[in-house]
Structures are given as structure tokens and as C-alpha cells.
């Protein structure tokens, strides 16, 4: 849920941390990342200065995270003092983290499971920037909110177009270009 409402990086989901998650304002800052590197797994601060970012949580998501949350500290409170503190959103029972190769691994099986067609983690971050276009929201304002050090960079590498978007452009720009024009279709209008 997380991923497809966010539309954060694998490496910001493996290193998330429980108490980025604000509940009262309804937030999460995105700071820590889990890398792999060399075959091994590192902690890092992130991509860039706008990769560390704090970002607006919707209702749905803070309730799920809020179950999963409650999830953690009753496994927390059966493993006792075998638990590994880590202060990761996402881990194991026992509280190790989990590595980032996992957290993949769990969404292709979540995936197929839900009779989705193959499709890769990262390719629910270009589905959530396109669906950001498609519902017209302001694309400063999503580029940053996935981490984006640019607009264009969004725009070029993780929007992708459609047939209807295509064909309201069309219709659009028809109807001014060709106003006027005797015997032009007009918008809506098949030939």
C-alpha cells in the first residue's frame, strides 16, 4: 500500500524508519535508504537533498500503516529480549531487517497472487507519477513528492502518456485550431 500511495523507492521502503511515520499530522519522512552495494547491504541518507523529504499520508494509508504499526510492537512484545531494534518499518519478526532483494521478492508474490500482470516494484513509482498526471495534480508538487531533484526528470522518465489523454489533446486543440472552418467535426464528433 505504502509503494502505490507514495510512490517511493525500494531503497526508501527498506529504510524507513517507524518513527518517520507522524500520526497526528498525517506524515512520513523519508530519509534512510537500503542499498545493495557490492552484494551487501548499506544504510544511506538517501539519493540526494530531495530524496530526504517528508511527505502527506491520506487516511487510508496512515490506517494501514497505524495496523501495521500495532503488528510490530505485538511481535516486538513476543520475541522480548531477542528482538533486534533496528527502528525499520518493514522487518522481520524478530525485528532484523529485512534485505531490499526481499521486499521485491514479496511484491512479485503479493502481485501474482492478485492476478496482476508481471510487473516490476519499480513500476508501481511510474504507474503512481502517471496517475498523478491523469488526475492533473500539480507536477512540482509530485515530482518532489517522489523525490525528483527535477521536473523534467519526472516528466521525461516516469509519466507515461495515454490514448485518452492523447485524444482530449487532439479534441482540444482541433476545436481551436480549426474554429470556424465550415463542415469541421466538432469535439465529441466521430467521421
Known amino acids: 500500500?505504502?509503494?502505490?500511495?507514495?510512490?517511493?523507492?525500494?531503497s526508501e521502503l527498506a529504510g524507513v524508519h517507524r518513527?518517520?511515520?507522524?500520526?497526528?499530522?498525517g506524515t512520513l519522512t523519508v530519509g534512510s535508504t537500503r542499498v545493495v552495494i557490492d552484494g551487501k547491504v548499506v544504510e544511506e541518507d538517501g539519493k540526494s537533498d530531495?530524496?530526504?523529504?517528508?511527505?502527506?499520508?491520506?487516511?487510508?494509508?496512515l490506517g494501514v500503516l497505524r495496523s501495521h504499526v500495532?503488528?510490530?510492537?505485538?511481535?516486538?512484545?513476543?520475541?522480548?529480549?531477542?528482538?533486534?531494534?533496528?527502528?525499520?518499518l518493514f522487518c522481520w519478526e524478530d525485528g532484523r531487517p529485512p534485505h531490499p532483494d526481499t521486499i521485491t521478492a514479496?511484491?512479485?508474490r503479493l502481485a501474482q497472487a492478485a492476478g496482476l500482470?508481471?510487473?516490476?516494484?519499480?513500476?508501481?513509482?511510474?504507474?503512481?507519477?502517471?496517475?498523478?498526471?491523469?488526475?492533473?495534480?500539480?507536477t512540482k508538487a509530485l515530482s518532489q513528492r517522489v523525490g525528483h531533484t527535477s521536473v523534467s526528470?519526472?516528466?521525461?522518465?516516469?509519466?507515461?502518456?495515454?490514448l485518452e489523454a492523447d485524444?482530449?489533446?487532439?479534441?482540444?486543440?482541433?476545436?481551436v485550431i480549426l474554429a470556424g472552418l465550415p463542415g469541421r467535426v466538432s469535439p465529441g464528433e466521430t467521421v
Not at 500500500?1 to 525500494?10: D, K, Q, S
Not at 518513527?19 to 499530522?25: A, E, M, Y
Not at 500482470?117 to 500539480?138: E, F, M, N, W
Open 1 to 10: 500500500v505504502l509503494e502505490a500511495t507514495t510512490g517511493m523507492r525500494r
Open 19 to 25: 518513527d518517520g511515520i507522524d500520526f497526528d499530522i
Open 50 to 61: 530531495n530524496s530526504r523529504r517528508t511527505i502527506a499520508l491520506d487516511p487510508y494509508t
Open 70 to 88: 500495532n503488528m510490530l510492537d505485538a511481535e516486538r512484545a513476543v520475541a522480548g529480549e531477542h528482538y533486534q531494534d533496528h527502528g525499520l
Open 106 to 108: 514479496r511484491f512479485n
Open 117 to 138: 500482470p508481471r510487473i516490476r516494484l519499480h513500476d508501481v513509482r511510474h504507474s503512481y507519477a502517471t496517475a498523478g498526471r491523469l488526475a492533473r495534480v500539480d
Open 153 to 162: 526528470f519526472t516528466m521525461e522518465t516516469y509519466m507515461h502518456g495515454d
Open 167 to 175: 485524444r482530449e489533446v487532439a479534441h482540444a486543440l482541433a476545436s
